[in-house]
């Protein structure tokens, strides 16, 4: 019996922890979408709040790395169509110093393109002293409702809130 009293404790303080961090998140979107204008200026209400996640360091560094390569990939596609120009450049050469000049050329292409390849992004200096699961990002979904001009909108949005809920860094449409 003492048990199930304890469990119904850490329930009721766990679900108490949730609304508090709803509200905050409540607030805080409110706040970034109506800029220091007042919630009852424009009928502004909140229809559903969900966490829906977090983004942590190592999600982070994975969508640079592959924001990188994809950057990346587009050079080397190039830089080998540049090598292509030149190999049938120097297959038609008769002079010896085009043969030499064009050699050189898929040579320094050649570099070029296994230095992007395993090229890896410069700007994760920020992230060395971090652990990978430390959260950076809260994904919050909110769907809310706005009346503008006699009408009345819903939308759903995802905003992305510091791990305490106390900044917006941004917002995106819901898929």
Do not use: W
Request: with cysteine; charged share 30%; glycine share 4%.
């Amino acid at each position: 019996m003492k048990n199930v009293v304890y469990v119904l404790v850490a329930l009721l303080m766990v679900s108490c922890g949730s609304n508090s961090s709803g509200k905050k998140y409540g607030q805080t979107i409110t706040d970034y979408l109506l800029k220091g204008k007042s919630a009852t200026d424009f009928n502004f209400k909140i229809e559903e709040l969900a966490e829906h996640g977090t983004i942590t360091v190592a999600d982070s560094i994975a969508y640079i790395t592959e924001e990188y390569r994809k950057d990346n990939d587009l050079f080397v596609k190039r830089l080998e169509l540049a090598k292509d120009m030149s190999k049938e450049l120097l297959s038609k050469a008769k002079k010896q110093a085009d043969i030499d000049e064009y050699t050189a050329n898929i040579a320094r292409m050649d570099t070029r393109i296994d230095s992007l390849k395993n090229a890896s992004p410069d700007n994760l200096n920020g992230y060395d002293k971090r652990s990978a699961n430390d959260v950076l990002a809260v994904l919050v979904r909110c769907k809310y409702s706005v009346e503008a001009k006699g009408r009345s909108v819903a939308e759903t949005f995802d905003f992305y809130l510091s791990p305490d809920g106390s900044k917006c860094y941004a917002k995106t449409k819901a898929k």
